[in-house]
């Protein structure tokens, strides 16, 4: 038989729907509010069948065990370090493995930001899982909200689960971002990281992980906006602005430690990055 909760050991917290229409109406607490959030250990027999969804953008994070969701006429399985993103309004079911049963930490949110970040986590009605790169992370976050709701339900602790949530969705939309462990991309990335005073170049990155040129490429544009000899120049970038802000080298000595003997090309390459000469920067009050 379907469970909704009581689970033992679980951790349960609902915000009064009056207090959610009211937070929905006042800043901060419009754009996304947190209105319910739990977390159900080896939850057997647990499971929901909505056949019109529910006004809440769900959120449920599969530590242990395993689980399923289906929506669109798809059904997934679901297993350890997996997210489930379901939009609201969207028909769906979930439940519990019956011999693996799921462990798992959830949350419901409302509000105007919400569809923007469920677009940048990549979630579509066919498609409503993701694999966790830092689950623990996301596991802290849902924690956070869990300990916080379980107080009360105060306009300043909505504001606070607010925060948490926002970065809780923005965390999944940067995991989908990020590049898989050992995948061709990742592996440059680490190398890129590890050279920023060298010189690359494309074609032997590319033979080096066993893609084309254009392949590789075209998976830098997916992962950072733009391509390989533009994320190792940001890095270089990166260095050499820690250097001005750390260090009294000199704006010569710095563009060679961040691979570039012209001190000229150098300064022109940080003022087209920072529309500010490298000096100009280092003279800048921070913080």
Known sequence: MERADGFEHERLSVVPRPLVEAALTRPVTKRLVVTDAGYFPRAQGHGRHRNHGVRETIVIVCVAGSGWVE???VRTRVGSSTAIVIPAG???????????????WWCHVRGSDVPELVDAAG????????????????TALLDEISVALSRDTTPARLTLTAGIGWRLLAQLAVDRLLPEEGTPVQRVMRYLEERVDGRVQVGELAAMVGVSSSHLAAL?????GGGVLAHHNALKMAKARVLLDTSTLTVA???RQVGI???????????????????AYRDTRKG
């Not at 969207?90 to 798992?104: C, K």
């Open 71 to 73: 929506a669109a006429g």
């Open 90 to 104: 969207l028909a769906h079911s979930y439940g519990a493995d019956s011999n693996e049963p799921w462990t798992i």
């Open 123 to 138: 979630i579509r009605s066919d498609r409503l899982t993701l694999s966790l790169r830092s689950v623990e992370k996301v």
């Open 220 to 224: 830098f544009r997916d992962a950072t």
């Open 253 to 255: 000595e710095i563009g």
């Open 261 to 279: 003997d012209d001190a000229f090309y150098f300064s022109r390459q940080f003022r087209r990055v920072h529309g500010m000469s490298p000096r």
